[in-house]
């Protein structure tokens, strides 16, 4: 069974940065993209980045590019989301996931995961 759990969320001001990271248990991890998923309050969850398995290719949405980064360490078992320029409609429960594949083929889908860590709030103040 794998266990993804998110850490580094809280309470910043419009233009400031945070980093969530997410460390997962269980074997493998190296094989397998991951991703970053939010939810606002009253909202779908909507995909926010993913990353291949080897780091290779990353994606994004286009609301977070530029100034959202994911990355990650295999030797840690850990994937990172570096959030810069953060503004007001980025508050949300950020959520890790597992990819069903190595590649980020359909990463925006999230039928294409199926191991989810619980949550991360993010607050951005005005």
């Known amino acids: 069974q794998v266990q993804l759990v998110e850490s580094g969320g809280g309470l910043v001001q419009a233009g400031g940065s945070l980093r969530l990271s997410c460390t997962a248990s269980g074997r493998f991890f190296g094989s397998y993209a991951m991703g970053w998923f939010r939810q606002a309050p009253g909202k779908e969850r909507e995909f926010v980045a993913a990353?291949?398995?080897?780091?290779?290719?990353?994606y994004y949405a286009g609301s977070v590019k530029g100034r959202f980064t994911i990355s990650r360490d295999n030797a840690k078992n850990t994937v990172y989301l570096r959030m810069n320029s953060l503004r007001p409609e980025d508050t949300a429960v950020y959520y890790c996931a597992r990819s069903k594949t190595p590649s980020i083929v359909a990463a925006t889908t999230q039928d294409n995961y199926d191991y989810w860590g619980q949550g991360t709030q993010v607050t951005v103040s005005s």
């Open positions: 990353i291949s398995w080897n780091s290779g290719i990353t």
